[in-house]
């Protein structure tokens, strides 16, 4: 059974920086691109980035981008996402979630209907 657990969210000042884990059970990331998306109270869910199956594919939204860098540890099974310099619209719950692609794929994807499997989420407050 696939499973996604997120942790690391918090609150932090504007400029700050937290770093997210997502940690998967039931499947190999070697067949799963890892995509991390947010959800502010009262806007859609959008995507913010994606690993691919490879681990060598990386994809970020224009809002992050220069800010946030995701990364894999395959060994711990365990997808990461450093967020850096912060601001106070960063303020959302985010998430992590699995779709199954080719094996060692370098592919990414940043739209959630892409994905079928997702974690509970973890809260990421920004403000002073």
């Known amino acids: 059974q696939l499973q996604l657990v997120e942790s690391g969210g918090g609150l932090v000042q504007p400029g700050g920086s937290l770093r997210l884990s997502c940690a998967v059970s039931?499947?190999?990331?070697?067949?799963?691109?890892i995509g991390w998306f947010r959800q502010a109270p009262g806007k859609e869910r959008e995507g913010v980035s994606c690993?691919?199956?490879?681990?060598?594919?990386?994809a970020y939204a224009d809002f992050v981008k220069g800010r946030f860098a995701i990364s894999r540890d395959n060994a711990k099974n365990t997808v990461y996402l450093q967020m850096s310099s912060l601001k106070p619209e960063d303020t959302a719950v985010y998430y992590c979630?699995?779709?199954?692609?080719?094996?060692?794929?370098?592919?990414?994807?940043?739209?959630?209907?892409?994905?079928?499997?997702w974690g509970q989420g973890t809260q990421v407050t920004v403000s002073s």
């Open positions: 979630a699995a779709t199954r692609v080719g094996y060692y794929s370098t592919g990414t994807f940043l739209a959630a209907s892409q994905y079928r499997s």
């Open positions: 690993i691919s199956s490879s681990g060598s594919g990386t």
């Open positions: 039931g499947f190999s990331l070697d067949y799963y691109a």
